[in-house]
């Protein structure tokens, strides 16, 4: 008997041991839970105030904000005079003095954008030869657009073709390159000699920048049939005084406000702001032989 008391203290005494682990154990999965709780909450995408966190580059550092579309800086001229009327009367009479009134006007699908006028003049003297002069103005514009850039930087581009291809004309001679003060932003002289069976022909190119605006203005003298051959210095110093007066007229024919014609900051430094349609540049007038 006392065998089967023993018995049943032993046994008792296992009933309470495991009853105190489960009871352990049934009181450890609450703190687990709260842990797991606490675990994920820690991931939460809000700060303190509720605001969701920025996202990050993976680094840690919180990504940047997309930047602003590019824009490009307005044109400032929006249309050309006319071609023709771009030189004064009295200059025309200078320059080319049989032809002044005779001035034609080249095709143009659209005259705001680009637009041309050449004149000719021969003075015949009879037996003793007759002098020929030629001249030609034409007028580009261009127009501000986000993928080309600003009317003035497609303009600043445009004008140093034209000064290469005035360089390279096949069969110059003695070609001559230099700048021209005062006159709209940037100007190129480019002279040279073209001998034909005419005469020899004493070729002068100027190409001027106003604004998104270019002027290249050809004016050649040849004396024909023994005439004396006209001086290269003195038809540079029409041609230049002629180009300037040009430029003036592409600025007073956007009014007051528009543009002065004078020099302007480098296409390199000024600022863009907005696009449009750009021209497409074309070749200048051809010289007529």
Sequence with gaps: M????????????????RLRRALVCAAAVPAVLITAACSSDSGDSTDKGGA???????????????SASPTVRPAAY?????????????T????????????KEGSSDDTATRSSCSWSSLDNNGVKGSQFRWLNVSLLRFDSDA????????????????????KSVSGAKGTKTE???????????????????????????????????????DYNGAGLAGDKTPSADDLAKDAQKAVKEAVAS???????????????????????KSPSSSASPSKSAAKKD
């Design 2 to 17: 006392q065998r089967a008391a023993q018995r049943n203290d032993r046994a008792h005494d296992q009933r309470a041991k």
């Design 52 to 66: 969701s966190a920025r996202p990050t580059d993976g680094s840690g550092s919180a990504t940047p904000s997309a």
């Design 78 to 90: 929006h249309k050309l005079p006319e071609p023709c009327s771009a030189l004064p009367k009295k």
């Design 92 to 103: 025309l009479t200078d320059l080319v003095p049989k032809g002044a009134k005779s001035g």
């Design 147 to 166: 993928g080309r850039g600003s009317g003035d930087e497609q303009a600043h581009a445009y004008l140093a073709r034209q000064v290469e291809d005035a």
């Design 179 to 217: 700048p021209v003060a005062g006159t709209g932003a940037e100007a190129t002289l480019v002279r040279y000699d073209l001998k034909k069976k005419e005469g020899t022909f004493k070729q002068q190119t100027v190409v001027a920048r106003v604004e998104n605006v270019v002027v290249t203005l």
């Design 250 to 272: 592409v600025s007073a024919a956007n009014g007051e406000g528009s543009g002065s014609g004078t020099a302007s900051e480098s296409p390199s430094t000024q600022a863009s």
